[in-house]
């Protein structure tokens, strides 16, 4: 069975630039979380999908969205990159909603994003 | 609101040494599940185990023991006789029961087992 799988897998930017990340999940899970991992944060939860609808939302500016398609593959946008944006952008699929399963996250390698 | 801290950033044992890794968390809710991921230099976080709070009973698994204490809202991961394997990072992390039920980690111990 397919695990999840994150493109790109690395990908550089300017400042100001957008990005596109892109999750597909394992087949059959129906929920999809963001994470962005840094050094000095750990991993921060950015957001998760369940069923084309946003279910729970971190702290984050309005600069980063996402969206999940019928099929449960999700992307994430950030606009107008800065530097600290730099970052492994992680992304985990589940069967079901966070609070309602087991807690078993499966993840994907991440998208590693370098802003200039 | 809910917080886990991982006051370990990086420990370095030799192989065949026990290792403990702390975790302490911070919820206000009587319902919360905590778990243990590990992430190898691969980058994708692998689950280890899930305990939820009305569930103290002390978990072991081959090398990997579990130990939960509510009264000083502690839920430690003890390595027995570590192996280079084992070097990654593992996070710890808390989930509350209810609507804000989004799954928190903390920042991450690295550990290093030295051969």
């Known amino acids: 069975k397919a695990g999840v799988t994150q493109t790109p897998r690395y990908l550089i930017k300017t400042r100001g630039q957008q990005v596109t990340l892109s999750c597909s999940p394992i087949?059959?899970?129906?929920?999809v979380s963001w994470y962005q991992q840094t050094p000095g944060q750990g991993l921060q939860f950015l957001f998760e999908?369940?069923?084309?609808?946003?279910?729970n939302k971190g702290n984050f500016p309005g600069r980063f969205s996402g969206r999940q398609f019928s099929n449960s593959r999700s992307e994430m946008n950030v606009s107008t990159l800065e530097l600290g944006d730099s970052a492994l952008y992680l992304c985990?699929?589940?069967?079901?909603?966070?609070?309602?399963?087991?807690?078993?996250?499966?993840f994907g390698e991440g998208s590693r994003l370098t802003v200039l | 609101a809910q917080k886990v801290t991982q006051a370990q950033t990086e420990i370095s044992v030799v192989e065949k040494e026990d290792v403990t890794l702390d975790c302490v968390y911070e919820?206000?809710?009587?319902?919360?599940?905590l778990f243990w991921y590990k992430q190898p230099p691969s980058g994708e976080l692998v689950f280890l185990i899930r305990?939820?709070?009305?569930?103290?009973q002390n978990e072991i698994s081959g090398r990997y023991s579990w130990n939960f204490q509510k009264s000083t809202s502690s839920f430690n991961f003890t390595i027995t006789a570590s192996q280079v394997v084992d070097s990654a990072v593992y996070f710890c992390?808390?989930?509350?029961?209810?609507?804000?039920?989004?799954?928190?980690f903390g920042k991450g111990t690295r550990l290093h087992i030295l051969p």
């Open positions: 919820t206000r809710d009587t319902t919360y599940y």
């Open positions: 305990r939820n709070s009305f569930d103290e």
């Open positions: 985990a699929s589940s069967l079901t909603e966070q609070g309602s399963n087991t807690g078993e996250l499966f």
């Open positions: 992390a808390l989930s509350e029961a209810g609507r804000d039920d989004k799954i928190i």
């Open positions: 999908y369940f069923s084309e609808t946003q279910r």
């Open positions: 087949s059959g899970h129906r929920s």
